[in-house]
């Protein structure tokens, strides 16, 4: 039998390398984080494995799953690794070898396999490691399933069975770029900066972009997993301003950058401005309600306003519904509701039918993007952008705050703003409005003004937002409120960035 895993073990010894190590807090919400060697180790993985086939059979699916692996020096081995457990547990392993995560999913339509489970980071720091997983295509797994597995691996409670195989699925890429390019090319020739950050992404965007009609400038596009410039995450400061440069010296039409594992996109307009992805969702809701009027649209809580109160949304008939932030809970929320689309501020965009699959691709979302503006040939990025009512938004910030006490931290912030609210006690100056309280807390005053505490899924983290719909200083003013309580919990930690 496969040994019980550890907590911890010390690396460089015999039992590092004859027994499983994984730390329980790398099972997240919906998937799986954990520093590689420091939290799990390969043993560590194959566990995993097992205990994922375990759960596949419990849940009564059919006994196969697509695995693929980001571009990081160490994530071939992993998946290997746990290729080894699911075929333990009687599972068919289908390998599409190096590959963005959309592309497993894709596999998982195109080959007609139920499960998938891809090893990838992320958009995380070198380091780390993780797994995206699902059962039922287009969702992936949720809290409810993630617990279940957590008592497998932890507990021990592996089930063998035979039947397990594996098989290489050769040059899978060119089935998904085929898949995105058999289309008519665009009308409106763009020139498009695709930044991919030295990640995965860098193999396949410029490719399907140039497929598309588009001349192509890359940026930092050579698979190099050091990251040498900055770390590929379309929310990191440092990549947006690198997209801005590239636009504003080549006079490109847009920057589209992709993150590590290519499941989401950002997005710098003509003039060099960097536009957080809820504006952009804000801006493909306005294109495609007008192609679809009375649709629906999903946005996480960390997202702008604007989805529920702008003047052209609301003329198209659109219905907003703000829901947990999320991959999995989106993807599961669009599905739920038959929604045309949704859209997380972290980039991630969920396209449904008749657009989409509904599961989450960067450059799905690219393509969408380069889509709109060649629906709207009169007007650059820049102009679409004006059009939106003016808002004032933060970047998210991420207060360092340990995985064993995030959540506990957050529900005291929630229940400090509640008991304000029954109060009747002010938040910057003015009266709270609403509160949100379906993943964390997001607090609205009488001017629209709001802010959003929360933890985050899989970093040890929490999520800070704010924005205001009157001035900036409103929107600062927030954020000052915001920090000032959750600086009354000593376990909150400094920010990664900040306004």
Same mark, same amino acid.
């Given at each position: 039998?496969?040994?019980?895993?550890?907590?911890?073990?010390?690396?460089?010894? !015999?039992?590092?390398?004859?027994?499983?190590?994984?730390?329980?807090?790398?099972?997240?919400?919906?998937?799986?984080?954990?520093?590689?060697?420091?939290?799990?180790?390969?043993?560590?993985?194959?566990?995993?494995?097992?205990?994922?086939?375990?759960?596949?059979?419990?849940?009564?699916?059919?006994?196969?799953?697509?695995?693929?692996?980001?571009?990081?020096?160490?994530?071939?081995?992993?998946?290997?690794?746990?290729?080894?457990?699911?075929?333990?547990?009687?599972?068919?392993?289908?390998?599409?070898?190096?590959?963005?995560?959309?592309?497993?999913?894709?596999?998982?339509?195109?080959?007609?396999?139920?499960?998938?489970?891809?090893?990838?980071?992320?958009? +995380?720091? +070198?380091?780390?490691?993780?797994?995206?997983?699902?059962?039922?295509? =287009?969702?992936?797994?949720?809290?409810?399933?993630?617990?279940?597995?957590?008592?497998?691996?932890?507990?021990?409670?592996?089930? /063998?069975?035979?039947?397990?195989? !594996?098989?290489?699925?050769?040059?899978?890429?060119?089935?998904?770029?085929?898949?995105?390019?058999?289309?008519?090319?665009?009308?409106?020739?763009?020139?498009?900066?695709?930044?991919?950050?030295?990640?995965?992404?860098?193999?396949?965007? =410029?490719?399907?972009?140039?497929?598309?009609?588009?001349?192509?400038?890359?940026?930092?596009?050579?698979?190099?997993?050091?990251?040498?410039? /900055?770390?590929?995450?379309?929310?990191?400061?440092?990549?947006?301003?690198?997209?801005? &440069?590239?636009?504003?010296?080549?006079?490109?039409?847009?920057?589209?950058?992709?993150?590590?594992?290519?499941?989401?996109?950002?997005?710098?307009? +003509?003039?060099?401005?960097?536009?957080?992805?809820?504006?952009?969702?804000?801006?493909?809701?306005?294109?495609?309600?007008?192609? !679809?009027?009375?649709?629906?649209?999903?946005?996480?809580?960390?997202?702008?306003?604007?989805?529920?109160?702008?003047?052209?949304?609301?003329?198209?008939?659109?219905?907003?519904?703000?829901?947990?932030?999320?991959?999995?809970?989106?993807?599961?929320?669009?599905?739920?509701?038959?929604?045309?689309?949704?859209?997380?501020?972290?980039?991630?965009?969920?396209?449904?039918?008749?657009?989409?699959?509904? !599961?989450?691709?960067?450059?799905?979302?690219?393509?969408?993007?380069?889509?709109?503006?060649?629906?709207?040939?009169?007007?650059?990025?820049?102009?679409? /952008?004006?059009?939106?009512?003016?808002?004032?938004?933060?970047?998210?910030?991420?207060?360092?705050?340990?995985?064993?006490?995030?959540?506990?931290?957050?529900?005291?912030?929630?229940?400090?703003?509640?008991?304000?609210?029954?109060?009747?006690?002010?938040?910057?100056?003015?009266?709270?409005?609403?509160?949100?309280?379906? +993943?964390?807390?997001?607090?609205?005053?009488?001017?629209?003004?709001?802010?959003?505490?929360?933890?985050?899924?899989?970093?040890?983290?929490?999520?800070?937002?704010?924005?205001? =719909?009157?001035? &900036?200083?409103?929107?600062?003013?927030?954020?000052?409120?915001?920090?000032?309580?959750?600086?009354?919990? =000593? &376990?909150?930690?400094?920010?990664?960035?900040?306004?």
């Amino acid at each position: 039998m496969f040994p019980k895993p550890a907590a911890q073990l010390k690396p460089n010894t !015999y039992a590092f390398e004859s027994s499983p190590m994984v730390k329980a807090t790398g099972f997240r919400e919906y998937d799986a984080r954990w520093l590689f060697e420091t939290e799990i180790n390969l043993m560590g993985m194959q566990a995993l494995g097992l205990g994922l086939g375990t759960l596949f059979h419990e849940m009564g699916v059919k006994p196969e799953t697509v695995t693929g692996h980001d571009f990081r020096s160490y994530s071939a081995s992993i998946k290997y690794a746990l290729a080894t457990g699911l075929m333990a547990a009687g599972i068919k392993v289908h390998d599409i070898g190096l590959a963005l995560t959309p592309m497993a999913y894709f596999a998982q339509f195109d080959l007609d396999v139920a499960g998938v489970a891809m090893v990838t980071a992320s958009h +995380n720091d +070198n380091g780390w490691t993780g797994v995206k997983m699902g059962s039922k295509r =287009p969702v992936t797994f949720g809290p409810g399933e993630m617990s279940r597995l957590k008592e497998i691996v932890l507990q021990g409670k592996f089930r /063998y069975a035979e039947g397990g195989a !594996y098989r290489f699925v050769e040059d899978f890429p060119a089935r998904y770029i085929c898949d995105l390019t058999n289309r008519p090319k665009l009308k409106r020739k763009l020139k498009v900066v695709a930044a991919c950050g030295n990640g995965t992404a860098g193999a396949f965007a =410029p490719r399907v972009l140039e497929a598309l009609g588009c001349e192509v400038v890359p940026l930092d596009t050579d698979l190099d997993f050091t990251f040498p410039h /900055y770390n590929p995450n379309t929310e990191d400061l440092h990549m947006l301003h690198a997209m801005a &440069e590239k636009v504003r010296e080549t006079s490109a039409d847009i920057a589209l950058g992709f993150d590590g594992d290519g499941d989401r996109c950002g997005v710098v307009d +003509n003039k060099g401005n960097e536009i957080f992805a809820d504006k952009i969702g804000v801006m493909l809701a306005r294109d495609l309600s007008k192609i !679809y009027p009375g649709s629906t649209f999903v946005c996480d809580v960390k997202s702008t306003g604007l989805f529920a109160t702008d003047p052209v949304l609301r003329a198209n008939g659109a219905q907003a519904d703000y829901w947990k932030t999320g991959h999995s809970y989106i993807k599961r929320r669009v599905a739920e509701l038959h929604a045309l689309a949704g859209f997380e501020k972290s980039g991630h965009y969920f396209f449904n039918a008749p657009i989409g699959r509904g !599961y989450d691709d960067g450059i799905v979302t690219a393509i969408h993007i380069l889509d709109m503006l060649d629906r709207n040939p009169r007007n650059s990025m820049a102009e679409l /952008y004006d059009a939106l009512p003016k808002t004032y938004g933060s970047p998210t910030m991420s207060p360092h705050c340990a995985d064993e006490v995030k959540y506990a931290v957050v529900d005291k912030v929630t229940v400090r703003f509640e008991a304000m609210w029954a109060k009747g006690e002010p938040l910057t100056g003015q009266m709270i409005r609403d509160l949100v309280t379906v +993943n964390g807390v997001r607090v609205t005053v009488e001017d629209g003004t709001w802010g959003l505490v929360r933890a985050s899924s899989n970093k040890p983290e929490l999520v800070v937002v704010v924005e205001s =719909p009157v001035s &900036e200083a409103r929107m600062r003013q927030m954020f000052a409120a915001v920090d000032k309580i959750l600086r009354e919990n =000593p &376990e909150v930690g400094a920010y990664n960035q900040t306004i």
